[in-house]
């Protein structure tokens, strides 16, 4: 058993592992989370890049989903007529959503994909699949709190 695992020490016959590649490392995934290693940058940037898409597009469309919920409760409430014009309307707002939130998505996650395997390139190690998904978290959570304005002026 190693202790420390270097990057310039990349095994004999290394593949890059599938997307996810997140296994558990205790119980019967323990061997498979053992290969689950990224070694190279562009492996972190890709699985970086990866889950802050998926997490910006998720958190993005429910928010536009909300708000385009938000527009039709607001007109059927005070009495307005909802055609067909309003719910091209609603939908058009999620998709504007959708398309700021993975636009956001990729420019933060490309960042922070870079900046995160310098990191580890620069001290010599392996990354698991788990930090990629880490970091991506950490950005929707930022984007969360940072949306709050007495948040955003305090920061």
Not at 7 to 26: E, H, K, V
Not at 98 to 104: A, F, K, N
Not at 121 to 133: D, E, K, Q, R, Y
């Amino acid at each position: 058993m190693r202790l420390f695992i270097s990057s310039l020490n990349i095994p004999i016959g290394y593949s890059t592992p599938s997307f996810p590649s997140l296994f558990w490392p205790l119980g019967p995934t323990r061997s498979a989370y053992q290969v689950a290693l990224l070694y190279y940058t562009i492996d972190i940037w890709k699985f970086t890049v990866w889950w802050t898409l998926i997490l910006f597009g998720g958190l993005y469309t429910i928010v536009g989903i909300i708000a385009a919920a938000s527009s039709l409760l607001n007109k059927s409430r005070h009495n307005l007529n909802i055609g067909g014009v309003e719910i091209m309307m609603s939908f058009s707002i999620v998709f504007f959503y959708l398309i700021i939130g993975l636009t956001r998505g990729f420019c933060s996650g490309a960042v922070v994909g870079i900046v995160v395997a310098a990191i580890y390139n620069a001290g010599s190690l392996t990354m698991s699949t788990w930090i990629p998904m880490t970091w991506a978290i950490a950005q929707v959570l930022y984007d969360i709190a940072s949306s709050y304005s007495t948040t955003s002026i305090i920061l």
